[in-house]
């Protein structure tokens, strides 16, 4: 493939003059150059072999924390902002984020492993899932909700026609980090989760803020993908999921900061007790309103293979203490009438998309369940989890070998440990104009762990 070198520089009399260049694909040039002309800059062009360099003639500045130019800056400077301008700018030039590719499929890799395990067991995986390591230069320590984000969009976009339809403006890649930091924005900028995003005063951009599950929810949602919200906790901390309709949502927690005085903070989003800090006091009782949202369960049934959701959830609850019940919803989650078996049925494959599973500190990407079955007749299930944090070299020499990849992968109910968890999972189908609103309010279904 072609590709053209641009290097932007600002031409002003302003202190914030600047050079920047990037690598984009050749057939991004005539959209891009056309992008630049409607906003009716003053433009030279120096062109030298594969190499373009256009001087902006006025005061717009450039943003230092990325390589591209600036949407934000650039509509601004005709005036008002306009989200659809935005949308174009950014479908232009975001860019496709780089992984480790495996070339036989890191989930056909699990899948034999589980086929050739010793014992008496049963898997379900989800189908199509690359991995999206952190990079130390670039994102290790803040980076994981934002790569599994991009390991749950490799999946959409191979699997689900009507998702790769719609994300990134049909771009029909994964973008990288800065570019889903934009998407997020202009998320919040319509309306997409409002009191999650006052938490970062509606800026993430160049950030290395932490994200969870409710930002997740709010990327997918804007473009009109189903994404739906679970909350595992004990009862006592229900108030402060504050996804659950009717919560304490905006309430005021009590932190003891790093020279154990009180301070006051305010709480907007479920994701807020994770990123403010993990000393909390005794949670705050809540309002309690409707506990079951029409909207966030309307589909809960669909998902756990039919029947009512709430009949369903209860009485898994009612089955399973502890941490079994966020494993047992994943198995009822990933189970359904669409599985293909192979390896004498030990080995479905679900039409499911994988889970973002988040708790405090960090984020990993669920793609798959087992069960062994013990012979004193108890099951013993484990998770199957893919780990930003892990490399994926080393992840597919484990899986060719066939040595170690359980330690990397495998997540018993015992390893369990946290006090809260949050899933989102995401739902077939495009939601409809009326719907889109609804989607814009984070909710959530909370079951006691």
């Known amino acids: 493939m072609l590709t053209v070198t641009l290097n932007w520089k600002m031409s002003s009399k302003s202190k914030n003059d600047s050079l920047r260049t990037g690598t984009w694909p050749s057939k991004l040039l005539l959209p891009l150059l056309h992008l630049i002309l409607t906003l009716g800059r003053e433009l030279k062009f120096h062109i030298e072999g594969r190499v373009i360099t256009i001087f902006y003639f006025n005061n717009l500045v450039m943003d230092d924390m990325s390589c591209e130019p600036s949407c934000d ?4 400077g005709c005036g008002e902002s306009h989200i659809d301008e935005k949308i174009a700018c950014l479908i232009g030039l975001q860019i496709r984020s780089p992984f480790y590719q495996v070339e036989t499929g890191l989930m056909a890799l699990l899948k034999n492993c589980l086929e050739l395990e010793a014992g008496n067991s049963t898997s379900i995986l989800s189908g199509y899932v690359d991995h999206f390591q952190s990079i130390e230069s670039e994102d290790v320590g803040w980076g994981c909700g934002w790569r599994n984000i991009q390991m749950l969009s490799s999946h959409l976009l191979m699997q689900r026609q009507e998702a790769r339809e719609v994300l990134f403006g049909g771009s029909g890649f994964v973008p990288e980090i800065a570019s889903l930091q934009r998407w997020l924005e202009i998320a919040w900028e319509r ?7 006052d938490h970062f005063n509606c800026k993430i951009y160049g950030s290395r803020n932490w994200i969870g599950a409710t930002e997740c929810a709010a990327l997918f949602r804007s473009f009109g993908l189903r994404a739906r919200i679970v909350d595992f906790g004990p009862k006592e901390l229900e108030s402060l999921c504050l996804s659950v309709p009717g919560s304490s949502l905006g309430a005021q927690i009590s932190k003891i900061n790093d020279r154990g005085k009180r301070k006051v903070v305010q709480v907007y989003g479920p994701m807020d ?4 800090g993990r000393h909390y006091d005794a949670p705050l009782a ?13 589909q809960l049934g669909n998902n756990l293979g039919g029947g009512s959701g709430d009949n369903v959830l209860n009485k898994c609850a009612r089955k399973n203490k502890g941490s079994e019940v966020l ?4 198995w009822n989650y990933f189970s359904d009438e669409s599985l293909s078996k192979s390896g004498h049925h030990r080995v479905a494959v679900s039409e499911k998309p994988p889970l973002y599973f988040q708790h405090d500190g960090h984020s990993r990407t669920v793609v798959g369940v087992q069960v062994k ?3 004193n007749g108890t099951q013993q299930f484990s998770l199957l989890i893919l780990d930003p944090a892990h490399r994926t070299a080393a992840l597919k020499t ?10 990397l992968i495998k997540r018993g109910v015992h390893t369990l440990k946290k006090p809260q968890y949050q ?9 409809s104009e009326g719907e889109m609103e609804l989607l814009k309010r984070i909710d959530s279904i909370f079951l006691e762990f």
């Open 73 to 76: 800056d650039a509509v601004r």
């Open 191 to 197: 309306g997409f989760d409002a009191l999650g995003s």
């Open 273 to 276: 007790k994770y990123i403010l």
């Open 286 to 298: 809540g309002s309690r309103g409707d506990e079951n949202s029409r909207y966030s369960s309307m």
């Open 327 to 330: 494993v047992h919803w994943v």
């Open 373 to 375: 079955h013990q012979q």
């Open 398 to 407: 484990s899986l060719k070998e066939n040595d170690g990849w359980q330690k």
């Open 423 to 431: 899933l989102c999972y995401i739902d077939p189908g495009i939601a």
